[in-house]
């Protein structure tokens, strides 16, 4: 256990450059509560203890703004920054070493039973204001732009960006995505379709403008 808080509070150190000791992350920094008030929920969870658990789960909602469903799995190592406004649903998991940033929600997208939210791999960046909804993966070293709106699985070592989020392939680079901290130097490829769009119109135009002389 205090192994585990140890490593949480240097990954904070890494990624926060606001961070300056661990003991003013351990007491001030509400990710690290609202992370271990979930290690209690879910275990009293997996204990069928539900009324308790989700009191603990309830409680933590409370003093830090971040609200996760005690049936979620949160790996090792993950990094909430600011955090108000998280929503993590029953039958997300958390793979180990991720950053979230505040009003990211893990959710559902109606009201089936079993595995309704989303799996999210080891080392992803997930950028303020993200929503990843649905039972489908999010691969290892990926990162989701700020407001994006993901639907459908994501690929490894690729970036989600837009709404409904599409995929950026990164190609033949292995990169650490949480901890270069970037959520605003990724290409929309919303916004490259619509310049393509616009130049062939425009080529087009001159085509017919050419005939008509």
Request: aromatic content about 8%.
């Amino acid at each position: 256990m205090f192994k585990t808080l140890n490593e949480t509070l240097e990954a904070y150190q890494r990624r926060d450059p606001a961070a300056r000791s661990k003991l003013e992350i351990l007491l001030l920094y509400q990710g690290v509560h609202a992370v271990l008030y979930h290690r209690v929920a879910h275990w009293l969870y997996c204990k069928n203890w539900r009324f308790l658990a989700r009191w603990v789960s309830q409680w933590s909602r409370f003093w830090t703004g971040i609200e996760i469903h005690p049936g979620a799995t949160i790996g090792r190592r993950l990094v909430i920054d600011h955090g108000m406004g998280i929503v993590i649903g029953e039958t997300a998991e958390v793979g180990d070493d991720c950053l979230i940033y505040h009003g990211v929600t893990l959710g559902g997208t109606g009201k089936d039973q079993g595995k309704r939210h989303p799996t999210i791999g080891n080392n992803v960046l997930i950028s303020c204001g993200a929503k990843v909804l649905g039972p489908f993966k999010v691969g290892d070293n990926s990162r989701i732009a700020a407001n994006a709106v993901v639907l459908s699985e994501v690929p490894d070592d690729a970036t989600a960006v837009g709404i409904p989020a599409q995929i950026v392939r990164i190609a033949g680079r292995t990169t650490h995505f949480a901890d270069e901290v970037d959520q605003t130097s990724v290409e929309n490829p919303t916004l490259e379709k619509l310049a393509a769009l616009a130049e062939r119109v425009e080529q087009l135009e001159q085509q017919l403008a050419k005939q008509n002389k």
